[in-house]
């Protein structure tokens, strides 16, 4: 099994930065690919940001140019680095993490609120 901690939300000002970060624990030798998503109140799942065992990277349109996700190995720690927050951006921030030993939707942490407001 592998374990996924959420930490770094909080409020921010439109315009605003902020650090997300993923520390893994548990069977994590095996996962490929590890992401972002988020869920605003009334609206499905979606993902924001993922990056694979090589290092390439997926955006959604959305946040493009804004956001950046990265890895760090030694510290078994994904980081979303959000910049130029909008309120749209407002919503619940999970991380994921896909195994061959895991379930289709993969590993969940237990999600980090991010509020952008002024």
């Known amino acids: 099994q592998v374990q996924l901690v959420e930490s770094g939300g909080g409020l921010v000002q439109p315009g605003g930065s902020l650090r997300l970060s993923c520390a893994a624990s548990?069977?994590?030798?095996?996962?490929?690919?590890t992401g972002w998503y988020r869920q605003a109140p009334g609206k499905q799942r979606e993902l924001v940001a993922a990056?694979?065992?090589?290092?390439?990277?997926n955006y959604a349109d959305s946040v493009k140019g804004r956001f950046t996700i990265s890895r760090d190995n030694v510290k078994n720690t994904v980081y979303l680095q959000m910049s130029s927050l909008k309120p749209e951006d407002t919503a619940v921030y999970y991380c994921?993490?896909?195994?061959?030993?895991?379930?289709?939707?993969?590993?969940w942490g237990q999600g980090t609120q991010v509020t952008v407001s002024s």
């Open positions: 990056i694979t065992i090589d290092g390439r990277t």
């Open positions: 994921n993490a896909a195994s061959p030993d895991s379930d289709p939707l993969g590993y």
């Open positions: 548990g069977s994590i030798f095996r996962i490929y690919a």
